[in-house]
């Protein structure tokens, strides 16, 4: 897509005038990818690690400071795939998806050209268009938010397996709810897409996106439940900002985008038992962990009641 074929409001925009200024950074890890053509419908880390390398194309074509860290082995054929590119790849120094991820957004972060920080799962190659990318970050740009939670549109769900848009839309409602009865999300403020994953914020803003904390499981009747809650795992580098920012009274915004999910993705992960129950217990994990952060948010400024959910020093 040419500055020619863009909206005038995007194409004259901040991001077109100054691309490196936005760091696009993601983390990948696919040990079974091989180069060539794809041998099955069912090889996963194929699918999955072709459209990351799209997508990180996308971003070096559009000019953006682009940052990966990837899990495999340093002499893999996915890694040589990335070196390929003209994009930043680093080495994953920790496991877990929070602390791979938090890796990626400190190193775009030290970067001194880089004002805003975006991220993405590295397979949604739809988002890293000027269309949706830039639109998404005008609200930032232009309406003063720290943190903007992209929001997909009404077709864009028609795109993904059924069972997915039943998933994420239980689990976006449960988190809104939980956000509103705890007096973080006014009443007539749209509903966050925060299961859709992108997430956009300003630089100054990377210590929201940085914290480590530990959650203590209880004994009885809930420990079966809370034996799920993984704090390292999508909650402390993209739902627990969120939570953080509202508490604090930073401006949160929801921009509407025309997302679409990558046909053989969906076409992959259609009737996959496996996929479902990794939902199953995500989405128990984040709403269980979500909870407890809210309540010791409110402990550190009404103590003495104590929660389950302790911030650890993340000094490193």
């Known amino acids: 897509m040419t500055k020619q074929e863009l909206h005038p409001d995007l194409a004259n925009c901040e991001l077109a005038r100054h691309p490196e200024s936005l760091a696009v950074v993601t983390t990948t890890f696919y040990p079974d990818w091989y180069s060539g053509d794809l041998n099955s419908p069912d090889h996963t880390d194929k699918i999955r690690g ?3 390398l799209q997508l990180l194309t996308q971003s070096q074509e559009l ?6 860290v990837d899990g495999g082995d340093e002499g893999s054929d996915f890694r040589s795939a990335l070196n390929e590119l003209d994009v930043q790849v680093l080495t994953q120094k920790e496991r877990g998806m929070d602390p791979a991820r938090q890796e990626a957004f400190q190193a775009a972060a030290e970067l001194d ?9 590295p397979e949604k190659i739809s988002f890293l ?14 309406e003063g938010c720290d943190l903007v939670v ?10 993904y397996p059924a069972a997915q848009v039943a998933y994420e839309t239980r689990a976006n409602t449960r988190f809104n709810h939980l956000l509103r009865i705890s007096d973080l999300l006014p009443p007539n403020d749209p509903d966050l897409d925060a299961w859709f994953g992108p997430r956009i914020f300003r630089k100054e803003f990377l210590p929201y996106f940085m914290g480590r904390y530990q959650f203590e499981a209880s004994s009885g009747a809930a420990a079966d439940f809370h034996s799920h809650v993984n704090t390292g795992a999508s909650n402390s580098a993209t739902f627990f900002p969120i939570i953080r920012a509202l508490h604090e009274g930073k401006k949160v915004g929801s921009v509407t985008i025309p997302y679409r999910h990558p046909g053989i993705q969906t076409d992959n992960e259609v009737d996959n038992p496996a996929m479902d129950d990794k939902r199953h217990i995500q989405y128990m994990s984040i709403v269980t962990a979500s909870l407890h952060y809210i309540q010791s948010l409110r402990d550190s400024s009404n103590p003495p009641r104590q929660t389950r959910m302790t911030q650890l020093d993340n000094s490193r």
């Open 129 to 142: 268009t000027p269309t949706c990318l830039w639109q998404a970050t005008q609200a930032m740009l232009k």
């Open 113 to 121: 050209q880089v004002k805003i920080i975006a991220w993405s799962e």
């Open 63 to 68: 000019g953006h400071s682009t940052l990966v």
């Open 50 to 52: 072709d459209l990351a």
């Open 150 to 159: 992209p929001a997909r549109d009404e077709e864009s769900f028609s795109t």
